[in-house]
């Protein structure tokens, strides 16, 4: 996707430009559904700092534009960048260590950020062969928070300022495992969403409160999350660290505000851990009310950071939505992926807050995760009678996914490291690995059977109907999705072919 190239043109006064890029595996989507994607959040707000500071930046995404690599460098060096960004995942990491290569066989200086950095910091001593693949592919990398230390980093680069070599700064941080971390969030400038930008990453499902929105602009309150899940990764999650840095409400409202001016009907808050302290989500809230701003809004959230009160507070400035990690319905599962000291207590939070999200009128997504450390049939069992109990608007099921910066992985015994290393791909779409105590194959089968069991049942047919009535009247929703039915079933087929 293009961003908004003419209007950052309009005011850049360095001629020298700087192309921002998301890798994605272009032709071979892992989902044959919608779904909802996210901005490269980070990217814009790099995009924004540099746009500050002067300089021509363009995005290229190649989650939302469907682009081949060959298409993406035609793009790329189209605009004769000095520099490229280039962002990417785990489970891209061969298609951003490509793109790297050839950006610098053009002359372009290549900066990697995001959670693939992460993933090399834990490679980077371990395997030579990929250490020569990431140089050759990279001049520098920023591993951790890099919405500030980017645009720092060109500057330096760009206006040769003295001082130490960013190189040896750099690199000298990412082999001693230094995280930059976003300490003062308050020096962000804003991120920039043209129109086009705020369709293409529109909440994808139906709910009845968000109904006819179609322009979504996101927004990020905090960086870093306090917990100590076993299984987090940058892969998903938007923040590094664990200190929790938070931005002051005030700014917040006037970044909202600034979306609401470019044409936003909805937020969506991006903060790994917006609920974790309580002052900072009731002062968010507060200044949303006295600024009388309602719009609606969706946020991630778990089960023990929410309570009724907060909830009513937030349902009073724009509440509709929350995407809530719940990750399992077994006990010692939840203890295992150190998401709780207490699972008990943990799965009695689900139990009695999901009442209170229908109450309140709060649409909900349960993610859920299967293919935890020592997961039998029985304790999948138990996820899924806690989802058709607590019968959220919608559910996801993750496969548990031993990615390097977990520190799950980074307990591992070298020869499970091995043979996760050796794994063709990976992501928590499919199981490529398995730690619970069945085969890889039988976790993607509970997966599907997860969803069945969900979905496929009167009672929630019956609920999503009611919510919904008016959903059917529309033709485009039918088309969309019989179209999506019939994508489905032409892409299985030639799969088996
Ligand atoms: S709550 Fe989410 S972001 Fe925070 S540590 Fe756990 S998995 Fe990571």
């Given at each position: 996707?293009?961003?908004?190239?003419?209007?950052?043109?309009?005011?850049?006064?360095?001629?020298?430009?700087?192309?921002?890029?998301?890798?994605?595996?272009?032709?071979?989507?892992?989902?044959?559904?919608?779904?909802?994607?996210?901005p490269?959040?980070?990217?814009?707000?790099?995009?924004?700092?540099?746009?500050?500071?002067?300089?021509?930046?363009?995005?290229?995404?190649?989650?939302v534009s469907?682009?081949?690599i060959?298409?993406?460098?035609?793009?790329?060096?189209?605009?004769h960048p000095?520099?490229?960004?280039?962002?990417a995942?785990?489970?891209?990491?061969?298609?951003?260590?490509?793109?790297?290569?050839?950006?610098?066989?053009?002359?372009?200086?290549?900066?990697a950020?995001?959670?693939?950095?992460?993933?090399?910091?834990?490679?980077?001593?371990?395997?030579?062969?990929?250490?020569?693949?990431?140089?050759?592919?990279?001049?520098?990398?920023?591993?951790?928070?890099?919405?500030?230390?980017?645009?720092?980093?060109?500057?330096?680069?760009?206006?040769?300022?003295?001082?130490?070599?960013?190189?040896?700064?750099i690199?000298?941080?990412?082999?001693?495992?230094?995280?930059?971390?976003?300490?003062?969030?308050?020096?962000?400038?804003?991120?920039?969403?043209?129109?086009?930008m705020?369709?293409?990453?529109?909440?994808?499902?139906?709910?009845?409160?968000?109904?006819?929105?179609?322009?979504?602009?996101?927004?990020?309150?905090?960086?870093?999350?306090?917990?100590?899940?076993?299984?987090?990764?940058?892969?998903?999650?938007?923040?590094?660290?664990?200190?929790?840095y938070?931005?002051?409400?005030?700014?917040?409202i006037?970044?909202?505000?600034?979306?609401?001016?470019?044409?936003?009907?909805?937020?969506?808050?991006?903060?790994?851990?917006?609920?974790?302290?309580?002052?900072?989500?009731?002062?968010?809230?507060?200044?949303?009310?006295?600024?009388?701003?309602?719009i609606?809004?969706?946020?991630?959230?778990?089960?023990?950071?929410?309570?009724?009160?907060?909830?009513?507070?937030?349902?009073?400035?724009g509440?509709k939505?929350?995407?809530?990690?719940?990750?399992?319905?077994?006990?010692?599962?939840?203890?295992?992926?150190?998401?709780?000291?207490?699972?008990?207590?943990?799965?009695?939070?689900?139990?009695?807050?999901?009442?209170?999200?229908?109450?309140?009128?709060?649409?909900?997504?349960?993610?859920?995760?299967i293919?935890?450390?020592?997961?039998?049939?029985?304790?999948?069992?138990?996820?899924i009678?806690?989802?058709?109990e607590?019968?959220?608007?919608y559910?996801?099921v993750q496969?548990?996914?031993?990615y390097?910066?977990?520190?799950?992985?980074?307990?591992?015994?070298?020869?499970?490291?091995?043979?996760?290393?050796?794994?063709?791909?990976?992501?928590?779409?499919?199981?490529?690995?398995?730690?619970?105590?069945?085969?890889?194959?039988?976790?993607?089968?509970?997966?599907?059977?997860?969803y069945?069991?969900?979905?496929?049942?009167?009672?929630?047919?019956?609920?999503?109907?009611?919510?919904?009535?008016?959903?059917?009247?529309?033709?485009?929703?039918l088309?969309?999705a019989?179209?999506s039915f019939?994508?489905?079933?032409?892409?299985?087929?030639?799969?088996?072919?």
């Amino acid at each position: 996707m293009d961003v908004s190239c003419a209007e950052i043109k309009s005011i850049s006064t360095i001629k020298d430009s700087v192309t921002l890029i998301r890798v994605d595996h272009s032709f071979q989507s892992f989902f044959s559904h919608p779904r909802h994607s996210h901005p490269p959040l980070d990217l814009l707000y790099i995009q924004s700092g540099l746009r500050e500071i002067g300089f021509d930046a363009c995005l290229i995404d190649m989650w939302v534009s469907r682009q081949s690599i060959g298409q993406v460098l035609q793009t790329v060096l189209s605009t004769h960048p000095k520099f490229a960004i280039i962002k990417a995942y785990t489970w891209c990491i061969h298609v951003s260590l490509e793109l790297g290569r050839l950006l610098r066989k053009k002359d372009v200086i290549t900066i990697a950020v995001g959670q693939h950095v992460n993933h090399a910091s834990v490679l980077w001593e371990e395997n030579a062969t990929f250490k020569n693949n990431w140089l050759q592919a990279f001049d520098f990398s920023i591993h951790g928070a890099p919405e500030l230390e980017c645009p720092r980093l060109i500057k330096k680069l760009f206006f040769k300022q003295p001082g130490k070599n960013s190189s040896a700064i750099i690199y000298q941080q990412f082999s001693t495992n230094h995280i930059v971390s976003l300490s003062q969030p308050e020096h962000l400038s804003y991120p920039q969403f043209t129109d086009k930008m705020m369709k293409a990453y529109a909440f994808p499902f139906p709910v009845a409160s968000l109904r006819g929105i179609k322009k979504w602009a996101y927004v990020q309150t905090s960086w870093g999350c306090p917990y100590g899940c076993l299984h987090c990764s940058g892969a998903v999650r938007k923040s590094f660290g664990k200190t929790h840095y938070k931005r002051n409400p005030t700014q917040v409202i006037d970044e909202i505000i600034f979306h609401i001016q470019k044409g936003a009907q909805a937020i969506c808050f991006e903060d790994d851990a917006l609920f974790a302290d309580k002052r900072h989500i009731q002062a968010l809230c507060d200044a949303m009310m006295q600024q009388h701003i309602n719009i609606p809004w969706m946020a991630h959230a778990r089960p023990d950071e929410l309570d009724e009160t907060t909830l009513k507070k937030a349902t009073h400035c724009g509440l509709k939505l929350l995407k809530i990690g719940v990750e399992s319905g077994a006990k010692k599962q939840i203890e295992i992926i150190g998401k709780a000291r207490s699972g008990k207590k943990w799965i009695e939070q689900v139990r009695h807050i999901f009442p209170i999200l229908h109450h309140l009128n709060i649409a909900s997504i349960a993610m859920f995760m299967i293919g935890t450390p020592g997961e039998t049939s029985e304790d999948i069992k138990r996820s899924i009678l806690l989802a058709r109990e607590i019968l959220p608007d919608y559910v996801q099921v993750q496969i548990f996914t031993p990615y390097p910066d977990t520190p799950y992985y980074q307990h591992l015994p070298q020869v499970d490291r091995k043979e996760i290393n050796r794994m063709p791909s990976y992501h928590y779409h499919r199981c490529q690995w398995s730690a619970a105590r069945m085969s890889k194959k039988n976790v993607s089968r509970y997966q599907i059977h997860f969803y069945r069991l969900f979905y496929l049942r009167t009672n929630y047919m019956l609920q999503f109907l009611k919510k919904n009535k008016d959903l059917f009247k529309q033709r485009s929703f039918l088309t969309d999705a019989f179209k999506s039915f019939i994508n489905k079933r032409v892409k299985e087929i030639w799969r088996t072919r």
